[in-house]
């Protein structure tokens, strides 16, 4: 198993984590936006790098753009974690 495929079976558990931690009332957006990002972490074929990028912004985007409020630490430790495995 190589470096990437540990870095992206971490990220992807996770995001499952996380997913338990959403109320579907309030963060819906959050949750679909979680869910597609990990069809497109599940996704080996495509670069880690590029699409931990996009997990970052879609993330934050989805965050800003709905207002959703009281959103769990974990999200913003999810996107320490992704930040941590980007080249710096």
Known sequence: MN?????????????????????????????????????????????????ISTTISKIERCISENEIKNVPNEVSDLIKSCTAFLPK
């Open 3 to 51: 470096f990437d495929h540990q870095k992206r079976i971490t990220l992807l558990a996770d995001m499952k984590f996380i997913l338990g931690k959403l109320d579907s009332r309030n963060q819906q957006p959050l949750i679909d936006t979680l869910i597609e990002s990990i069809e497109i972490l599940e996704d080996s074929s495509k670069e880690l790098v590029p699409s």
